[in-house]
């Protein structure tokens, strides 16, 4: 499965953004879908996922109620809309694909497939 994000950029205090993650060779609506972000000098950290269906989300406390993860499985994609947001939000963000099932999708070793990650910059 290749993936690849975009839609990321520069954005000041209080924008908002909507990333992308194109899916292809594999059946995406078999994936459990996540993003994850990347701040320079820290590790990883899980954002949101998105179950199979699209009917179930999960969201970093940090993020929630800003952040909204949806999935398109007719475009194979998945996307995530980023409002409100604020210098903390400043990362490379990576989509991701898991198959299998269960309750470890917020650790980034649940996935099997990673993007190449895009730049997301809040900064006035």
């Known amino acids: 499965v290749h993936l690849v994000e975009s839609g990321g950029g520069l954005v000041q205090p209080g924008g908002s953004l909507r990333l992308s993650c194109a899916a292809s060779?594999?059946?995406?609506?078999?994936?459990?879908m996540g993003w994850f972000r990347q701040a320079p000098g820290k590790e990883r950290e899980f954002v949101a996922t998105?179950?199979?269906?699209?009917?179930?989300?999960y969201y970093a406390n940090s993020v929630k109620g800003r952040f909204t993860i949806s999935r398109d499985n007719a475009k194979n994609t998945v996307y995530l809309q980023m409002n409100s947001l604020n210098a903390e939000d400043t990362a490379v963000y990576y989509c991701?694909?898991?198959?299998?099932?269960?309750?470890?999708?917020?650790?980034?070793?649940?996935?099997?497939?990673w993007g190449q990650g895009t730049q997301v910059t809040v900064s006035s």
């Open positions: 998105i179950n199979r269906n699209g009917d179930i989300t």
């Open positions: 060779g594999g059946t995406f609506s078999s994936f459990r």
């Open positions: 991701a694909a898991a198959r299998r099932l269960g309750s470890g999708w917020y650790s980034q070793n649940w996935y099997d497939y």
